[in-house]
T-cell receptor, first 113, second 117 residues
Framework: DGGITQSPKYLFRKEGQNVTLSCEQNLNHDAMYWYRQDPGQGLRLIYYSQIVNDFQKGDIAEGYSVSREKKESFPLTVTSAQKNPTAFYLC????????????FGDGTRLSIL | EDKVVQSPLSLVVHEGDTVTLNCSYEVTNFRSLLWYKQEKKAPTFLFMLTSSGIEKKSGRLSSILDKKELSSILNITATQTGDSAIYLCAVDSGGGAGGTSYGKLTFGQGTILTVHP
């Protein structure tokens, strides 16, 4: 079955530590996205990528970094510069054409130790 | 700055009731409006509404887009406990070159629906 796989489901970060969240898709989608979800604030876009080796900042990119070396993979690194990383992180993908909805993975919940 | 506002933020009903969820938006380049249902984890896609498709229906769920009022409603009739979830509204304001769309979505805060038996 095609889908989006995020790992791990739960992640704990120590102060000053960088952590990387994995997102893999086998839907053959060109576009991939990372969102952050906080209670009462909906989803906010961190980074997005339409094609391999290209990505753009979203609305809240500070303290995060991404790479897109393969079509199937779009890992997100939460750096120590992100002072409030505790949140639910969702990865999504879509075909980059009008009329194509985004499909989401099951998310990673990141907490501070 | 693009903005999407949902109301109410939370709603508690009993099985069999009908509910209406609201979504209003202010965006610079409207392409489409999407509704998602989120239970525990991944939001699942419900509807996409565009200028050429302003009304959608699937079973007990239906949605209408009012481009004049810059808003949309999601109706759920004969609610069931399985309808309990967060309902998210998002607007696609494009962002790609040459007519393509990066699907740059702006989400509302979500409406938490609780259906009691």
């Amino acid at each position: 079955d095609g889908g989006i796989t995020q790992s791990p489901k739960y992640l704990f970060r120590k102060e000053g530590q960088n952590v990387t969240l994995s997102c893999e898709q086998n839907l053959n989608h060109d576009a991939m996205y990372w969102y952050r979800q906080d209670p009462g604030q909906g989803l906010r876009l961190i980074y997005y990528s339409q094609i391999v080796n290209d990505f753009q900042k979203g609305d809240i990119a500070e303290g995060y970094s991404v790479s897109r070396e393969k079509k199937e993979s779009f890992p997100l690194t939460v750096t120590s510069a992100q002072k409030n990383p505790t949140a639910f992180y969702l990865c999504a993908s879509s075909k980059p054409r009008q009329g194509q909805p985004q499909h989401f993975g099951d998310g990673t919940r990141l907490s501070i130790l | 700055e693009d903005k999407v506002v949902q109301s109410p933020l939370s709603l508690v009903v009993h099985e069999g009731d009908t509910v209406t969820l609201n979504c209003s938006y202010e965006v610079t380049n409207f392409r489409s409006l999407l509704w998602y249902k989120q239970e525990k984890k991944a939001p699942t896609f419900l509807f996409m509404l565009t200028s050429s498709g302003i009304e959608k229906k699937s079973g007990r769920l239906s949605s209408i887009l009012d481009k004049k009022e810059l808003s949309s409603i999601l109706n759920i009739t004969a609610t069931q406990t399985g309808d309990s979830a967060i309902y998210l509204c998002a607007v696609d304001s494009g962002g790609g070159a040459g007519g393509t769309s990066y699907g740059k979505l702006t989400f509302g805060q979500g409406t938490i629906l609780t259906v009691h038996p």
